[in-house]
């Protein structure tokens, strides 16, 4: 039997983050099983990063041009309406080209099954005749985030007729089924890579690790109040920032005011190597306000690091086994997070002694397993 055409589609498949990171894996994996598959991005984001060395996929952008965004301050005033004016424009033409693309990109091969891993890659599929393509959408974070916000509704209205809408877990498909979609089912997403040797225990850094965006719903600024709150405790200890974001120069002051430990907060711009970043640490902390099932947590896990996180998502309690793998800790706590850190940094073998039971927690997400759960849903789908 002919293996059915995957077309995947993400809001964008070039930045450097956990999405894009998800789908270059999921679509390399398939392609190497048989499948023929075209991964999709709506817009391009550059500079782009080749997450694959040598990908077994074809690759589409639907845009030309970056999605433009609206003014700094898009209060509707005199002086603003022809911006105004000039994006509504912009936007409308980018999105009539995307929806072509996408019709071409659809006719280009046999139909199958289309899997948009976005909202926003979603609703543009919504504007393409796909009558003979099966659907499967998904949402990379909780339900909590999107109830939090105007995703829960684009979610129930967009998902509510595809052939399955899975979650990153049980727990969050459930939530949805409840919300009214009986069409959902939850598949967890894969380790980009499974390092055969894990981290030395003797070997690690002593540095406290936070990779990701530096953005309000990721929790920067909890965690340099921690690093606040303990750094006299352990002067050979530093505390690393990996990665950019809106918040930037909002934490790197409140790290330069800290009254104890501020000359030992490295900023670093984000990184293409995630597993070499995570070797260098001592610990991995999480102090996200919202979350998925967040790739750098299950990462680091997979290599043995130790890690503390906030109790902000079922993906989170999902992967460190509801605290057995992995500290957890009240989000948006600083004096908590400083607590779980302060025990952790002071004591050598409970951070491996923790290291390795993360590690043992994250063999289910290795990407050949993964991908044999994908292949049970595509066969499902197409039943």
Known sequence: MTAPRIVLMANNIDEVGGAQRVVHVVAQHLALRGYPVDLVGVAPKPPSHEYVADPAFRRFTLMSGEWPAPPPDSRLTTRLRPSIRRLIAARAALRAEAIGRLGEVLADGPPGIVVTAQLWAMEHLAEVPHEEWAVIGQYHSSFEAAAAGRDLGRALDLYRDVDRFTLLTAEDADRFRRRGLDNTDWLPNPLAFWPEEPIDPSEQGRT???????????????????????????????LRMVGSGPDETAVRRQAADLAVGADRVDFVPPVTDAEAELRRAGILALPSLTEGLPLSLAEAMALGLPCVATDCSAGVRLLTRDGLAGRLVPRGDAGELASALDSLMGDEAGRS??????????????ADLVIDSWEALIARVLR
């Open 208 to 238: 406290v690790t936070y990779l990701g965006r530096l953005s309000s719903e990721k929790g920067p600024r909890f965690l340099v109040e921690a690093w606040g709150l303990i750094a006299d405790r352990y002067p050979d200890w530093r």
């Open 353 to 366: 002694a923790l290291g390795g039971r993360a590690r043992e927690a994250m063999a289910p997400y290795r």
